[in-house]
Antibody, heavy 118, light 108 residues
Framework: EVQLVESGGGLVQPGGSLRLSCAAS????????MHWVRQAPGKGLEWVAS????????YYADSVKGRFTISRDNVKNSLYLQLSSLRGEDTAVYYC???????????WGHGTVVTVSS | EIVLAQSPGTLSLSPGERVTLSCRAS???????LAWYQQKPGQSPRLLIY???TRATGIPDRFSGSGSGTDFTLTISRLEPEDFAVYYC?????????FGQGTKVEFK
């Protein structure tokens, strides 16, 4: 079973940047598209970004387009999310998730917390 | 973008009861690409159902999904103590994914 472990969260000032990482436990990572989903404090789930298994196709939610960049390294079995021009409304737990079941997120990491505040 | 509306917002129930949660889409969901998740406080979401009615690996058969087009339902045939949680529906539209706002199933 694929296990996902996020890291890189923290406190950052508005306008700042941060890079999140997600390490996958198995080589099977390279056959799955991968995703970032976030959850603001006390709120529901919001899809953020997705990347195809090859890394050639990326999609973004309108709320983060132009500010966040998703990438992956299939040699290192790792997924990344570069966060830039951060705003208070980006404060959330950020989860990475795999797309091992059709059109859904079957495996989730434990999440990493991003807090945007001065 | 397809918007998902879940109802009710909160359900207050007792163990052993039957639960029916609704998820309504603003337009037809492509190929029944509709999933359901369970999330307990302090935990990551857990996939329950995908393709509207297929149970994910390890999910008990008291959980079932149904529906098509714009109207989908998650049913828990007999509520167990560990089922008290928030439930989200999610759809895939080709280049974006959206979640419903969630339904909280709480202990009565």
């Amino acid at each position: 079973e694929v296990q996902l472990v996020e890291s890189g969260g923290g406190l950052v000032q508005p306008g700042g940047s941060l890079r999140l990482s997600c390490a996958a436990s198995r080589v099977i990572f390279r056959t799955y598209s991968m995703h970032w989903v976030r959850q603001a404090p006390g709120k529901g789930l919001e899809w953020v970004a997705s990347i195809s298994d090859s890394g050639h196709i990326m999609y973004y939610a309108d709320s983060v387009k132009g500010r966040f960049t998703i990438s992956r390294d299939n040699v290192k079995n790792s997924l990344y999310l570069q966060l830039s021009s951060l705003r208070g409304e980006d404060t959330a737990v950020y989860y990475c998730a795999s797309n091992g079941a059709p059109a859904s997120f079957d495996i989730w990491g434990h999440g990493t917390v991003v807090t945007v505040s001065s | 973008e397809i918007v998902l509306a879940q109802s009710p917002g909160t359900l207050s129930l007792s163990p052993g009861e039957r639960v029916t949660l609704s998820c309504r889409a603003s337009q037809s969901v492509t190929s029944n690409y509709l999933a359901w998740y369970q999330q307990k406080p302090g935990q990551s979401p857990r996939l329950l159902i995908y393709l509207a009615s297929t149970r994910a690996t390890g999910i008990p058969d008291r959980f079932s999904g149904s529906g098509s087009g714009t109207d989908f339902t998650l049913t828990i045939s007999r509520l167990e103590p560990e089922d008290f949680a928030v439930y989200y529906c999610q759809q895939y539209g080709g280049s974006s994914w959206t979640f419903g706002q969630g339904t909280k199933v709480e202990f009565k």
